[in-house]
């Protein structure tokens, strides 16, 4: 059997096999262990208790024996009980070493507590002594706390008074002392043994301040030395007015020349404290030499000397480095800008770390640290970023306009991002907010470094140079097609014309003469062909080959170019003051009002008006192809209009007389093309109207009066007038309606379409209504009346009409009854006639006209009828 070893509880097989089963084996230690539980350990002792080959056994088949598990727990308990009483044992022996150690302890309490009463009676006769001294000097009697402490505290002032005016004796002979020196032998002997001497920095601090004090000595007792010349002290060769004073010597030279050598010894130890990072040492170097003269050589010398500094003027000669790729994605205006220039975002990223490094050494080696941060922000933004800066613009501007102003706003942007993450950093306030200080410092260097390219009109000017490319690059084949076309109009419209016609040519000549001049980069000149679609201009605008779809408006290209303003719109919104917001919002819309409103649409309008007006009166069927041509333009005018409206005229909410200027422009030019779009729909329903009614007049007289050979049963000529649906003249009527309703449908939409279709089932309505007042209806061509009056209802009610309107077509099916009905039925027509003027029913006159026109008008039957009206 397994035993339970003193290993916490462990089995382990025996060593050698025995009769009988050993008990468990466990010690004290197994109990102490933090990760005994009581449950795990019975478990222990029961699987122990349990043969092996018995538990091999299945459950079924081996029967439970309580003898092993009661013996095994048998000796269980006993080992527990030898142990409980071991364990007593050990507790009253600590219980016993406890009580010792209590009894020494207080012992030492009460040692400590007579020690304590000894000195506090010990400190009682010092005061009380110190009380008695100071009533004997005839002070009044008091406490003796108070009297003790008094006195010491005046012990401590005088000695304390007496110590300065020894440190100023020292400083006043040692002064008289030097000055003797200089001025009898000309020499500061004293000051360079001391210098000399020096094992640190205070012995250096010492002199500095006695050479200051030696030069207001030497300007007040040795004027000549001066130069005084309102006391007409004048020197000659050392001497002033022919006389030697001080031996010839000159003290100030002396001095000054003693103060450089100081000052080069304490910028040296400063230069080598810096070196070993002893900022103590740089901060009292920096203290004397701003005492000295202002501090100025000490700062200086850190920022000029700043390694950092110094390795960036060995690299300030290296070129851009940004490859051709990039430079062409930077002059397409349809890639998204790549970013700020690689050479110039690595020197910002390292003036990030630097400045941050450096701020905090800054305010410890110096007690006047603000001052040296602002000059280390002057000389890192006027010099290291300024030459990178100008280097890349440099660069940009001879790849293209948009390239250089691309460029401009990704470094504006990214030193923007600098100055604001140097605030947030705080530097020498770290980790708090920079100082108001350091901050208008910080925004003062970044304008300043920026006014060249913004000052006055300049990049507002660069933006519409730029837009102004781009637009008649993308726009030069439509305007070569469009003034090719041929205008014949006479009369107001031959004077917008012709206004139109000057406009398409100098924008043609203006882009003609960029591609030829020189200052055009060759990246901005293949952009601008690629643009425009056409290879080169062989220097002869009349040769570029132009097709139809050049001519046709696209609101892709519209959108092209709207993105390229708005582009323009975040530049000068990020690049530019919140002043001039609004007068360059201003100047960006008179150019999208002039290349897309006049240039674009009112042109493809003009160009649509000529051709219907040129229709008006044709004598062959119309060409309505210029119709669909109107949903581009109402579509990039309501672009246009919204772009405006959402975008221009509310940044310029701040300038009121601009705001107002801005929108009286874009009200001007949005109804200038309204009022085109509507000239060109309404000289598209004359010219349908009057074809139409040319169409009506070819009608034939016998049409609606067949000859009675026509009828008879047996002739072919009879039957197919019968089966006819309508005369040819209704179905050429009928056939040109739907190609003019289903280009209409294409061309304009919603209320607009409405109208228009209004318009022409009116004047279609009328053009019918006084046509049939013309022919003679007999019984049999009544019939094919009501077969045309049909077939202009059904083609009618084809248009996009409102339904109220549907029912004015209807009286044209009433003026087909009236052909075909008898006398009674007409009576009854009549007595539901309108007296006069215009509305859905039928006027008593022109009842009348039309029954006139039946054969059989003069019958008793109509007659009566006609007599009753």
């Not at 990704?410 to 950093?425: G, M, N, P, Q």
């Amino acid at each position: 059997m397994a035993h339970l070893s003193a290993g916490g509880g462990s089995h382990n097989s025996a060593t050698a096999k025995t009769l009988f089963p050993t008990g468990p084996s466990f010690t004290l230690e197994n109990f102490s262990n933090k990760d005994f539980i009581i449950r795990d350990f019975v478990e222990e002792l029961s699987e122990s208790a349990i043969p092996a080959n018995r538990r091999s056994l299945p459950a079924q088949i081996a029967a439970f024996d309580p003898k092993p598990l009661i013996r095994h727990f048998e000796n269980a308990l006993a080992k527990l009980a030898s142990l409980s009483e071991e364990l007593g044992e050990r507790e009253t022996d600590l219980l016993t070493s406890v009580r010792r150690a209590e009894r020494e302890h207080d012992q030492t309490l009460d040692n400590l507590g007579r020690k304590l009463d000894e000195s506090i009676d010990s400190f009682n006769v010092l005061d009380g002594t110190l009380n008695n001294s100071s009533t004997t000097n005839g002070n009044s009697r008091r406490g003796g706390s108070d009297g003790g402490g008094n006195v010491a505290v005046q012990i401590g002032e005088r000695l304390e008074e007496l110590d300065k005016q020894r440190r100023r004796a020292v400083d006043a002979n040692q002064l008289i002392n030097c000055w003797t020196e200089v001025s009898e032998a000309g020499q500061l002997t004293t000051l360079e043994d001391l210098i000399r001497r020096s094992s640190g920095g205070k012995d250096m601090v010492r002199a500095a301040v006695i050479a200051r004090q030696l030069m207001r000595i030497s300007q007040r007792l040795d004027p000549s030395s001066w130069a005084q010349t309102n006391g007409g002290l004048k020197k000659v060769n050392g001497i002033s007015n022919g006389v030697i004073e001080n031996k010839g010597h000159n003290t100030k030279e002396i001095i000054e020349k003693f103060s450089e050598t100081l000052e080069k010894d304490l910028l040296k130890q400063f230069d080598e404290s810096y070196r070993k990072q002893n900022f103590d040492d740089m901060s009292e170097c920096a203290k004397v030499l701003h005492d000295f003269n202002g501090g100025a050589s000490v700062v200086a010398a850190f920022v000029n000397q700043h390694q950092f500094f110094i390795d960036r003027n060995q690299l300030i000669t290296e070129e851009v480095t940004t490859d051709n790729d990039t430079w062409d994605i930077l002059a397409d205006p349809d890639a998204d800008p790549p970013g700020v220039e690689p050479s110039l975002q690595s020197l910002i990223d390292e003036i990030r770390i630097v400045m941050q490094e450096e701020s905090s050494i800054m305010k410890r080696a110096f007690p006047y640290y603000e001052v040296v941060l602002t000059k280390f922000i002057q000389r890192v933004f006027q010099q290291s970023i300024q030459q990178r800066l100008e280097m890349v613009l440099e660069k940009a501007e001879t790849i293209s306009s948009l390239a250089f102003l691309r460029s401009l706003h990704a470094s504006r942007s990214y030193i923007s991002t600098l100055v604001e993450d140097l605030k947030a950093h705080g530097l020498t306030e770290h980790p708090e907010a920079c100082s108001a200080q350091i901050s208008l410092c910080l925004d003062q260097q970044l304008d300043e470094l920026f006014v060249p390219y913004l000052i006055g009109n300049s990049y507002i000017d660069r933006e519409k140079k730029s837009l102004e490319e781009l637009n008649s690059s993308l726009l030069f084949k439509y305007t070569i097609f469009h003034s090719r076309q041929k205008k014949v109009v006479t009369g107001f419209m031959a004077s917008l014309a012709q206004q139109g016609n000057q406009l398409l040519s100098s924008a043609k000549d203006a882009y003609i003469d960029q591609l030829e001049s020189r200052e055009l980069t060759e990246t901005q000149k293949a952009m601008m062909l690629r643009l425009a679609g056409v290879r080169d201009t062989e220097n002869n605008k009349n040769e570029i080959e132009v097709s139809e779809e050049d001519g046709v408006l696209s609101i892709p290209n519209a959108k092209r170019m709207l993105k390229w303003l708005a582009e323009g719109v975040r530049r000068a919104l990020e690049l530019v003051s919140g002043l001039e917001t609004s007068k360059d919002v201003h100047a960006l819309l008179n150019l999208l009002l002039s290349s897309m409103g006049q240039v674009y649409i009112e042109t493809a309008l003009d160009a649509a008006a000529d051709q219907a007006l040129g229709q008006e009166n044709s004598k062959t069927e119309p060409d309505l192809a210029y119709l669909p041509l109107l949903l581009p333009a109402i579509t990039i005018t309501n672009i246009m209009s919204r772009f405006i409206n959402t975008v221009l005229i509310r940044l310029a909410e701040t300038n009121i007389t601009v705001r107002i200027a801005m929108e009286k422009e874009a009200k001007f030019s949005i109804e200038s093309i309204e009022s085109k779009t509507n000239n060109v729909i309404r000289s598209t329903l004359t010219t349908v109207l009057n074809w139409i009614g040319r169409l009506l007049a070819t009608q034939k007289k016998l049409d609606f009066r067949p000859k009675d050979s026509d009828l008879d049963g047996s002739g072919r000529a009879g039957s197919s007038y019968f089966e006819a649906l309508a005369t040819a003249t209704c179905l050429s009527v009928c056939s040109f309606l739907n190609r003019v309703a289903s280009l209409l449908s294409i061309a304009i939409d919603g209320q607009n379409l409405e109208i228009f279709s209004c318009e022409l089932a009116n004047g279609v309505r009328n053009l019918v209504f006084e046509h049939f007042k013309k022919f003679q209806v007999n019984a049999t061509g009544g019939l094919m009346v009501t077969k045309d009056m049909s077939r202009y209802v059904s083609t009618l009610k084809e248009l996009t009409l409102p339904k109220e309107f549907e029912q004015d077509m209807e009286v044209l099916s009433d003026i087909g009854n009236l052909f075909i009905i008898g006398s009674e039925a007409l009576r009854e027509r009549s007595r539901t006639l309108a007296a006069s003027g215009a509305g859905k029913k039928l006027q008593k006159a022109d009842f009348r006209a039309f029954i006139l026109k039946r054969d059989d008008s003069s019958s008793i039957g109509i007659q009566s009828v006609l007599a009753g009206l």
